[in-house]
């Protein structure tokens, strides 16, 4: 029978001891999770946001690239009144 007037201080102690070893993984495991959602969390929100900037840059370059390229050249031939403006190999290639 349980008798808590034969109970001493190192006995409940020793309890208290062995009780805080799985308390404390068990709170290290839960900390833990809630790290790996909002590191999850954040990576999932990240390569969505490189796939959204990846479609814009595509439309960027397929189709709004030659207008801008074309229209450059109609004002360089404007400012230069020469016939036959080459485009500038650096603006961005095809």
Partial sequence: M???DALT???VADVL???ALPSLL???VWKS???YDK???FLTRAVNHMDVMEKGM????????PHIEAYL????QRETGEENVKADHRVASR
């Fill in 26 to 28: 068990i709170t290290l």
């Fill in 58 to 65: 595509t439309l960027l370059l397929s189709n709004h690239a």
């Fill in 73 to 76: 050249r109609t004002l360089a």
């Fill in 33 to 35: 999770r809630g790290v």
């Fill in 2 to 4: 349980f008798n808590p």
């Fill in 9 to 11: 201080f190192k006995e």
């Fill in 39 to 41: 590191a999850e969390s």
């Fill in 17 to 19: 001891y062995d009780l």
